[in-house]
């Protein structure tokens, strides 16, 4: 995985200070879960301790300490998570010991607060008094989902460095090309998992093919006047007691290629282009008003999908709504 997708600036960031030797001793990396932040704080702390003392973020992967680090096994790099729903005040004493001995067989100790801001006021203000004297040979880095869960005072004694989601661009191309996932589900996991390659690759991918091809089967029956074949994938494509999420972002990626397909000639702007002959019936099928209409019906479900509402009344009403219009252009 390239190290810094998405968030190369605080690598470079990060780099540059390595380079001119004025790395804080304090950092805490915000953002949202699942976009590298841990992964950049043990880059960091790889290339600190590499044998092969590279400059920047690089590291050689190959020595010992490389190696240890990635096996989570070096005695200077640590990365500590809270044991319980928050950090035990020992586990936070006994980092604070830890953090003024001298490296054991690298150069820099560093050590990793993972959920920084699972922690009580108690190990918090233990935690101030050594961003306050802070040791000579090692750096601790604070991560959070939540920066403004953390004490004001602990964030101001630290450098925040604050990440962003993934462009959908970039994760997906990462998911094409260093996670093996073939390009319709790489786009589909892209757009579903706003900008988190940790949320993208723990999405069930054969669910997604199959609920793709439950959302083709469901646009497809929406252009015959069955009612009991419509109910019915309905009733596949949004089982109850199932989140609607994915299903609706489904629905929009396929009636976007429908507005689309008209204008581009190149396969590659059409996200489904693996699926041409079945969209090509759709389009038959759907006037551009009428696969307008439904992007915005569907579209406007999707935005509400947080709300507490009965979604899957919503939906089917929706489909319903769409299938009238869809029915009168027809016989018209
Ligand atoms: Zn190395």
């Known amino acids: 995985m390239p190290p810094f997708m998405g968030n190369a600036a605080i690598g470079r960031l990060l780099a540059e200070c390595r380079r001119r030797d004025t790395l804080h001793h304090a950092y805490t990396f915000a953002g949202p879960d699942g976009v590298g932040k841990?992964?950049?704080?043990l880059q960091l702390a790889k290339s600190l301790n590499c044998a092969a003392a590279p400059?920047?973020?690089d590291a050689c992967d190959a020595c010992?300490?490389?190696r240890k680090v990635d096996s989570g096994s070096h005695p200077d790099v640590q990365v500590i998570a809270p044991e319980t729903k928050v950090f035990k005040?020992?586990?936070?004493?006994?980092?604070?010991?830890?953090i003024y001995y001298l490296p054991f067989e690298g150069?820099?100790?560093?050590?990793?607060?993972?959920?920084?801001?699972r922690m009580n006021e108690e190990a918090a203000n233990s935690l101030l008094k050594t961003l306050e004297e802070p040791p000579e040979s090692s750096s601790l880095i604070l991560i959070t989902a939540n920066l403004y869960a953390l004490l004001p005072t602990i964030r101001s004694r630290t450098q925040v460095l604050k990440f962003q989601p993934i462009p959908v661009r970039e994760l997906e191309a990462y998911l094409r090309e260093h996670a093996?996932?073939?390009?319709?589900?790489?786009a589909a996991a892209a757009r579903l998992s706003?900008?988190?390659?940790?949320?993208?690759l723990s999405l069930d991918m054969e669910a997604v093919a199959a609920m793709q091809e439950s959302a083709f089967e469901l646009l497809t029956v929406m252009a015959h006047p069955n009612d009991?074949?419509?109910f019915k994938h309905l009733a596949d494509a949004f089982p109850p007691n199932k989140s609607p999420e994915l299903m609706l972002q489904i629905l929009i990626s396929i009636l976007r290629d429908l507005v689309i397909m008209d204008f581009f000639q190149d396969r590659d702007h059409v996200m489904h282009n693996d699926r041409m002959e079945t969209l090509k019936t759709l389009r038959a099928s759907f006037s551009p008003p009428v696969v307008e209409y439904l992007l915005r019906e569907v579209e406007e479900l999707y935005r509400k999908r947080h709300l507490n509402l009965r979604l899957d009344t919503y939906i089917q009403n929706a489909i319903l709504r769409t299938r009238a219009l869809l029915l009168r252009r027809i016989e018209a």
């Open 38 to 41: 841990k992964r950049l704080a």
């Open 55 to 57: 400059a920047g973020l």
């Open 64 to 66: 010992v300490s490389c």
């Open 89 to 98: 005040i020992d586990q936070v004493r006994a980092l604070i010991q830890e």
């Open 107 to 117: 150069r820099r100790r560093v050590f990793i607060l993972d959920d920084a801001d």
């Open 180 to 186: 093996g996932l073939p390009a319709l589900q790489a």
């Open 194 to 200: 706003g900008g988190s390659v940790g949320l993208a």
């Open 228 to 230: 009991a074949a419509l």
